[in-house]
């Protein structure tokens, strides 16, 4: 009994102190909105989009400290020009549409670091943005995230079947009356501004796995695209309770455990659901 | 407009870049067509189609359709994404995009959707995965979403490509159907036998029009060779047009001469 109750207690340790349940709140926020993009970014084979995404939006934080603009400001309109210039190039599939966006990614990752080496307080702060920092979550992350998750809830309920066609068959969609582009538009501007108000707390590097692993473990479980927008913000908002926890207690990065957490889960889910789960993975469709 | 008419193409072209894909094609639809566009492969037949549908703009030509004119459109299986999660039902009603706050199907959606598929033949399948069905009713399924929409003009692409012989059938029945019910149906097919020749009119395509009209008169050596670059035969078998290629038989002639 003394035992459960010292467990107990001291699993409740971290909870007492301010940066760790500013920085829980947000992470687990974080994962309930790359939960619910997840499944665009995994259903339109974007992984690689989410993946370069987050890359040239550190390149405008990078500017934005450098300039003394304010963050959100700064990797804001940075990252969503980048998300809508990324979106129309995959749109148009040219040819080499996935170097094209590793160029424009790149570039703007390199042009971060070279800023912060030059001006910045370089190794602080590429670290913390690379792999994000619990300790720097202020106040204003924290609404940040929630606007921007509320935001996120509104638009994919109030648009949720138009979502759905131009994600499934955005032909037929164009030709029943969805405004297809527009449907992009907006959810790469999404997709910017989660990067955005995330990067923070979960840093550059992993944010993209924030994005597929919750998705992916929604597919295996079920074939249906409503149940996916329900499960997969639910698997991304508990690995990132979860890892937030089990890093406090192993003193290792909250990002990387998280990560860890998530991937544990896809490993358990992989192995559980058999042939059904995995062909279900195997079959999404890559553009 | 024509009382009648629902689409009108004048002197219609469209290119992808600067390569022609139609050029100054005229070509009517009138309620109560039931209308097969033949032709090569990249001969424009999914160009027309689009301009038709308003997915591509002509770069010279009129499109004149009937004011508030429905349409429908039935893409090829082939461009389905079948490991995509869907289930029937969803796969039908996603088309009504115009959803209250909550996105849930209503229960008149579920109804007239219901009602579609036992129309089809599709009763008791709602719940299923899309990749769950047989070809036939994979086909079945995207008719049904495009009748949901309630269109007077239905438009098909390549309705029996990839399938097999009892799914074309299939299809075949389905569709003229359909077309009995009223529903005015324009579709494009590499298959001269097994679908075009049934129906009252074909248009044979290649960059212009060939030729137009009922298949009696359309499957002729000569305009067969003109759409598509090769000799042709024409049989007839139970009052129907049968298309024989040369060189199947030239290089049958060949191989049994090798062996």
Redesign the interface.
Known sequence: MTNIVLVGASLLTPYKYHFFNNGIIVATVAGTLCGVLGVFVV?RGMSYIGHGLSHAVFGGAAASAVMQINYFVGAGVWGVASGVLIGRIARRRIIGADAAIGVVTTASFALGLALLNRYGQAKKSIEAVLFGSVLGVRTSDIVAVCIVAVCVVIIV??M???F??A???P??A?????KVAWVEVLLMVMLSLTILVTMRVIGTLLISALLVIPASIA?ML?????K?LWISPIIGASSAFVGMNLAYHLDTSASATIILVGTAVFIVVYATTGIRGRS?I????HV | MTPGVLVACEHLSCAYGTTFAIKDVDFTVTSGDFVAIVGPSGAGKTTLLKAI???IKPISGHITKKPGLR???V?QVE?????????VL??I?????K?R???RVTAQERNDALSVLERLGLAGLENR?I?ELSGGQQQRVFVARALF?RPELLVLDEPTSGVDVRTRHEVLHLLADLHGDGVTILLTTHDLNGLAAHLPRMVCLNSVVIADGAPSDVLTPEVLEKTYGAPMEVLQHGGIAVVVDHAGSHIARRLGRQS
């Open positions: 259903l309920t109030l949720y079947r138009r759905l066609f994600t499934f068959d032909e037929v164009q030709v029943t009356g969805v597919r079920t074939n249906s695209f409503a996916m279900r195997a079959n999404i469709h | 549908l308003g997915a349409m429908a459109y893409p461009s389905v994404d079948w490991g995509f999660p869907v289930t969803e796969v009603v996603m088309t009504r995009t959803t706050l909550w996105p995965h990749r929409h």
